[in-house]
């Protein structure tokens, strides 16, 4: 991919998530892990009609941060973690003008929190 799909991929996935609530459920589902969570169980954890929600996870899904698989009625929504490493690398390629030790410690910053939200 040159760069400026690179860069156009990226802003779509930015736009994507620069909504309060897209934010909050591809949090929700980062957390989720690959189980994921169906559909219903995420607009009920965000208290979010159905309807809206099916909104905000299609725009995460073409912003190719979101997965989805249809089970029977259900739709079973998990994080698209090559999507989201591929969009963390982008915003992170640049970093330090080749002094890699200024960016060194970045993942030390972050805590990871084993709670995950019901898969119901």
């Not at 591809?26 to 929600?53: E, N, Y």
């Not at 890699?100 to 993942?107: A, K, R, Y």
Request: with cysteine.
């Amino acid at each position: 991919m040159d760069d400026l799909s690179a860069q156009v991929w990226a802003v779509d996935a930015l736009a994507a998530l620069a909504h309060e609530t897209r934010l909050s459920v591809f949090r929700t589902l980062v957390k989720a892990g690959p189980d994921g969570m169906i559909a219903g169980a995420i607009a009920d954890h965000q208290g979010v009609p159905p309807s809206t929600m099916s909104h905000h996870l299609a725009t995460l899904e073409r912003a190719g941060l979101v997965q989805s698989e249809r089970e029977s009625r259900l739709i079973h929504y998990r994080a698209d973690f090559p999507g989201m490493r591929r969009l963390l690398t982008f915003l992170l390629q640049d970093c330090c003008q080749g002094a890699p030790e200024m960016c060194g410690d970045l993942l030390g910053d972050l805590t990871c929190n084993a709670a995950r939200p019901s898969n119901a």
